[in-house]
């Protein structure tokens, strides 16, 4: 628990808030002691509601995973609306009035008629638990969700309308790109109960269409729950873990009991009634247990063709699919434990997955949220706010560990419902959460247990969350009577409410159950304080009504229209902790609408993780679906006082903005970090600004009006585009058309249109061809052609900048005249530059003409086209040469699929020297020429070791003996591969003195060299088993000493192949055959009895034969035999030092250095043509010096000698090391 000080001048002016269930909350006074007791919803028996018969509807394809919006077209039920402005308020429940609403299911010694007639009695509004849906006759319609009874002029009515929209925003290569359009919708103008042929569920999970609550104030109470409604719907039977509740069969769907010609319009707000007893404390209106009446036909309701909603998520990746439900739900078998078959451990709800796995945090300012089991997975923290007596400390105490009635405090288990709207299990009859795969719900419990609290509190919990946690959406549910002072600027909750929302929170209100024309006045705040509005959304509620009434229970959204919206104002079955198991109920309430917009707003984030709040504000009301009051339309400003921006579109709202709008500014201003898709039709008279580096990609017929800057990054199009795009030095504009699969999408434009384009940055036809109305090329400005892509415009003003060509979609370019750009009126100017980006294509010349301009293309000279001049680049650019050649004479044959073809279609993409470099050297060869080579090389330098080894074996008696050796080595030449290679070698030998003086013995040797080519990362390994004979003769001080080898083994290549779109793996097995003979002439001077220094002299030859080599990748090579020698002379300096009788300890230096190399010719053909190359394999460094330390140790007996050396080599400008270690028995 910690305290945190409040500015007591901001607590001052705190009201009290209520929460915004079925309660009129215009009966609370603004005096803080004043309060009214939520009533909480209304709980039903295991019983199942008949579900609605959903015409098949024009396939639900869920769009959103698993999110289950609510139908707009919700229970009539239009909770008590606030009396009107009855001159006496008959003050809330809490005060002892003799008037009798009563505030809870006490049995109201006088249920206060709420009679819409000045009848002298209202209709007594029932406290008892259940105020009797009267199941209104259960017409054959599931009541279309009625939309205002005009036909809304532009925007679509009432989104509930079943939008057939298949929405499948195809999570990255596809995005969604079906305009939401309720398009099949059946045209929900119809008021109310006509017999609409579809529930229209508006949610993209398929069946969570909410059952409208039918509240005709029926003088019979009829029960609560016998419907077997709570039937644990069934959750998502489609057979994958998808965690989408489909709410198949027994869809929760409660047969929306339509209030047909509902003979009493529910209690709205009794206009001349004489008195308006305000209703609100009163039970009754509080979740009418919707269609206890036997709903008409139980169709299943969502279990339509695609059970499994498509993951929305527009953008190519951030795709909303449920984020963790899916990790395995097959049941993991554990290993084969003593049991004889491995016991399946899944069954177990895959481990339960925990808060933190759940990207988008959610703060519910409520009366807390219950974590035992139905929002345990969600719920990542609860804590209590309390403020003390004098109003400037708040305590913070964590509820985790709590029970769950302290967890959710009092009786209505109003915030455990909130969050159960957002985040909810679907198990126990349930519906499941919108949000549930995303959200990971802070839980800011702030009221009492009547669930009255303070207003300013409320703001500091968000502040706090936010500060704590970085939780940056809130949802509040509560809120100050209608009617009431409006919160002034500079007061607690604007405090906290400007840090929240300066600091990138998106806040979430509910408008208030009243009845009126006006929402809370915290829904109003952004009127005092319009910094405020970029992150305010104010949630009105819809329900069916009667006599064309569908916000009966509901405040307008009056002055909050320009940042207001509708959702349900009544909802499907849902069940807390609280309650036995199977028991669930329904929520009415703007309480409870308020929690759908929040969880569409989770998904709108999870979606566009770099949008700030405004955005994530802007997309939710733009994607809305209008409906029409009877107000003046006005298309720049498609929202009414009534209903705001319109009925929430979750489908919609994930594949990005409606529209760009001047009311929220003049540009939507998008600083795009990953990348993403729009997907939705454009309007509006505002523009867009492109930021970032991520792609943005547009997919849909733009209408918007206001320029579309792009200052960074891609900018995509598929589709139109109305507005003038402006492209600045750092930005890119292409077609869209190459980046997915539209060909099986119908309903998706086939063709790229920009109305003008003034480009300063740079312009690519490479993913498609583009057609500009007028096309304006400024000095910095870039044009990219795709040859033959066009750029099709009306008019084209050549202001300067580039032109570069090349060709990257994989299509062969022939030489010869290509258009560049094809205008219908007129192009004037030229380009200041004109060049191919593609190194093998060369542009021979432009030609500007009066509608067109045009380029002619040829062929470049491949050897000069790398990084390296000379070297490897000449053989392999004159292979690369006749390649281009053979391919250009194929396809003007009418030949165009050869390998040739094939191939330099490949090499014409390429854009880079670097690639160019890597296409020659795997043409090249070069690891075949230069292995004869590396070989020699380093053969010479085991050979120098061989004969130091010579000496120690020599100079003991006849014996048996085996060393091994290391050998660190480098070779290169300039303009060819830098080669390490690593030698080892295992030897095991025998000898016999002849005589005294004369000494004969052979060896046997197995010899590995592994070698590593820098240019394409080609490798080398030699496996080879070598015989050898050597002997020595000494006279006096002079000895002569001799070693003759051959050997024979395998030669395993392993290149790497460049085809200039792709990289693949060629392997091949040649032969090698290598001897040579050495000699070496010394003389041992004995300057002390203990010290030795003995010049020498050596001569020697080696031969390496490598065989033919093929490989059989049709991109491959051949290679001819390679025959090399070497003949190298060699001079050194060896001192030895007696330390004792068994131990010797010396030096030695050495220069070697190749007399006569001869490295053969080399012949390499190509298996793509007839393509033949002939060169010298490169010249490696001729000479190079060795110097070391060696030791010698011989055991008392003599029997057992031990010899070895180090030594330091310069062959290169590496660091390359030798050694030997090895001991002879002398019998």
């Not at 706090?464 to 949802?475: G, I, T, W």
């Not at 670097?914 to 070989?935: C, D, K, R, Y």
């Amino acid at each position: 628990m910690h305290g945190i000080h409040f500015n007591k001048s901001l607590v001052a002016v705190a009201v009290t808030s209520v929460l915004l269930s079925a309660c009129n909350v215009d009966t609370v006074n603004s005096n803080p002691s004043t309060s009214v007791i939520p009533v909480s919803p209304t709980v039903t028996t295991p019983t199942v509601t008949a579900p609605v018969a959903p015409t098949p509807a024009p396939e639900p394809t869920p769009v959103a995973p698993t999110p289950t919006p609510v139908a707009p077209t919700p229970a009539p039920e239009p909770t008590p609306v606030a009396p009107t402005p009855a001159p006496e308020p008959t003050p809330v429940a809490p005060t002892p009035t003799p008037e009798p609403t009563p505030v809870a299911p006490t049995p109201a010694p006088e249920p206060t008629p709420v009679a819409p007639a000045p009848a002298p009695e209202p209709t007594p509004v029932a406290p008892t638990p259940a105020p009797e849906p009267t199941p209104v006759a259960p017409a054959p319609a599931p009541e279309p969700t009625p939309i205002a009874p005009t036909p809304a002029p532009e925007p679509t009515p009432v989104a509930p309308t079943p939008a057939p929209e298949p929405t499948p925003v195809a999570p990255t290569p596809a995005p969604e790109l079906t305009p939401v359009a309720p398009t099949p919708a059946p045209e929900p103008t119809p008021v109310a109960p006509t017999p609409a042929p579809e529930p229209t569920p508006v949610a993209p999970t398929p069946a969570p269409e909410l059952t409208p609550v039918a509240p005709t104030p029926a003088p019979e109470p009829t029960p609560v729950a016998p419907t077997p409604a709570p039937e644990p719907t069934p959750v998502a039977p489609t057979p994958a873990p998808e965690p989408t509740p489909v709410a198949p069969t027994p869809a929760p769907e409660p047969t929306p009991v339509a209030p047909t010609p509902a003979p009493e319009p529910t209690p709205v707000a009794p206009t001349p009634a004489p008195e308006p007893t305000p209703v609100a404390p009163t039970p009754a209106p509080e979740p009418t247990p919707v269609a206890p009446t036997p709903a008409p036909e139980p169709t299943p309701v969502a279990p339509t063709p695609a059970p499994e909603p498509t993951p929305v998520a527009p953008t190519p990746a951030p795709e909303p699919t449920p984020v963790v439900p899916t990790p395995a739900p097959e049941p993991t078998p554990v290993s084969p434990t003593p049991a004889p078959e491995p016991t399946p451990v899944a069954p177990t709800p895959t481990p339960a997955p925990t808060p933190d796995q759940y990207p988008i945090k959610i703060g519910v300012i409520d009366t807390g949220a219950m974590t035992k089991e139905m929002l345990k997975e969600n719920v990542k923290d609860v804590s209590r706010y309390e403020l003390n007596e004098s109003g400037n400390i708040v305590t913070v105490k964590s509820l985790m560990n709590a029970d769950i009635d302290q967890q959710d405090i009092g009786d209505s288990d109003h915030g455990s419902y909130v969050s159960q709207v957002i985040a909810g299990k679907d198990t126990h009859g349930s519906t499941r959460g919108i949000a549930k795969d995303i959200a990971q719900i802070y839980a800011a419990q702030t009221t009492d247990a009547d669930g009255v609290s303070n207003s300013g509190l409320n703001f500091f919990a968000m502040y706090d969350l936010q500060k704590r946690y970085s939780v940056n959406l809130f949802n509040l549910s509560s809120g100050i009577a209608s009617g009431s002072p409006a919160i002034r600027k500079g007061s607690t909750e604007d405090f906290y409410a400007q840090n929240v929302v300066n600091n990138g929170g998106l806040i979430v209100l509910a408008a208030g159950n009243d009845g009126r024309n006006q929402p809370s006045p915290e829904s109003l705040m952004p009127m005092v304080n319009s910094s405020l509005e970029k992150g305010w959304l104010v949630v009105a509620g819809i329900d069916s009504g009667e006599n064309g009434e569908y916000m009966s229970g509901s405040n307008r959204c009056g002055s909050a229209a320009r940042w207001c919206l509708v959702g349900d104002f009544t909802t499907k079955d849902f069940h807390v902790d609280s309650m036995p198991a199977n028991q669930t109920a329904q929520l009415t309430g703007t309480s409870f609408a308020a929690p759908q917009i929040t969880a569409t707003a989770a998904w709108v984030w999870q979606t566009y993780s770099w949008m700030t709040n405004d955005q994530v504000r802007q997309t939710i009301l733009t994607t809305a679906d209008y409906l029409d009051d009877g107000s003046v339309f006005d298309k720049n400003n498609p929202y009414n006082k009534t209903a705001g921006w319109g009925y929430y579109n979750l489908d919609k709202a994930i594949r990005g903005p409606g529209g760009f709008y001047k009311v929220f500014g003049s540009t939507f201003d998008a600083n795009v970090t990953e990348n993403a898709i729009f997907s939705n039709n454009i309007k509006g008279d505002g523009g867009l600004t492109k930021r970032g580096s991520g792609i943005l990609v547009s997919i849909g017929e733009n209408t918007y009006t206001g320029d579309t800057i792009i200052k960074e990054g891609l900018f995509a199009l598929y589709g139109k585009m109305a507005s003038n795009v402006v492209i600045e030095t750092e930005g890119v504009v292409s077609s869209a058309k190459d980046f997915f699969d539209f060909s099986n999408r119908k309903d998706t434009p086939f063709y790229v249109n920009f109305n003008a384009i003034d480009n300063s940055g740079l312009l690519v036809t490479a993913n498609g061809e583009l057609s500009v109305g007028r096309y304006i090329q400024r000095k910095t400005g870039a044009l990219w052609y795709e040859l033959d892509r066009l750029l099709k415009v009306n008019t084209a003003e050549l202001l300067g900048g580039e032109l570069s060509v090349y060709s990257e979609d994989q299509n062969f370019v022939t030489t010869g005249n290509h258009t560049v750009i094809d205008a219908t009126q007129s192009v004037t100017g030229q380009f200041d530059s004109v060049d191919s980006a593609s190194p093998f294509l060369v542009v021979k010349n432009t030609s500007y003409n009066a509608k067109s301009v045009v380029v002619d293309i040829g062929l470049a000279d491949a050897q000069v086209l790398g990084t390296i001049a000379g070297g490897v680049s000449t053989p392999a650019g004159t292979m690369v040469n006749q390649l281009a050649s053979t391919a250009q004479s194929d396809y003007a044959a009418g030949n165009i699929d050869t390998d040739a073809v094939k191939y330099m279609t490949g090499l014409q993409s390429v854009t880079s020297s670097a690639q160019v470099q890597s296409i020659l050297n795997s043409n090249s060869g070069s690891i075949f020429a230069e292995t004869p080579a590396v070989l020699l090389q380093n053969q010479a330098m085991v050979n120098d070791s061989i004969a130091r080894r010579t000496a120690y074996v020599t100079d003991a008696e006849s014996g048996v003996w085996a060393n091994t050796q290391y050998l660190n080595n480098q070779n290169g030449a300039s303009g060819w591969d830098t080669v390490d290679s690593s030698i080892t070698t295992v030897t095991a030998g025998i000898d016999r003195f002849i005589n005294s003086d004369f000494l004969l013995g052979g060896y046997v040797s197995q010899y590995k060299d592994s070698s590593r080519f820098s240019l394409n990362g080609d490798k080398n390994k030699v496996d080879m088993i070598f015989g050898g004979a050597y002997g020595k003769y000494t006279l006096d001080q002079w000895y002569v000493s001799g070693n003759a080898y051959y050997g024979r083994g395998d030669s395993k290549f392993d290149r790497t192949i460049q085809t200039g779109v792709s990289s693949t793996s060629a392997t091949s097995l040649g032969n090698i055959t290598t001897y040579g003979v050495y000699g070496e002439l010394g003389y041992v001077l004995q300057p002390s009895q203990a010290l030795s220094v003995t010049p020498y002299l050596g001569l020697g030859s080696s031969f390496v034969n490598q065989g033919a080599v093929y490989e059989t990748n049709r991109y491959g090579l051949a290679v001819d035999k390679i025959d090399s020698h070497d003949t190298r002379v060699k001079v050194g300096l060896n001192a030895l030092l007696t330390v004792s009788d068994n131990f010797k300890f010396g030096g030695f230096t050495e220069y070697s250095q190749s007399l006569s190399r001869d490295l053969g010719d080399v012949t390499i053909r190509s298996n793509i043509a007839n393509a033949e190359i002939n060169y010298k394999a490169p010249e490696f460094k001729k000479g190079y010096a060795t110097i070391g330390l060696n030791g010698q140790y011989v055991t008392d007996s003599k029997k057992w000698k031990f010899f070895g050396d180090v030594a330091y080599l310069n062959s290169t400008n590496k660091s390359n090391y030798q050694g030997q270690f090895g001991v002879k028995y002398s019998y």
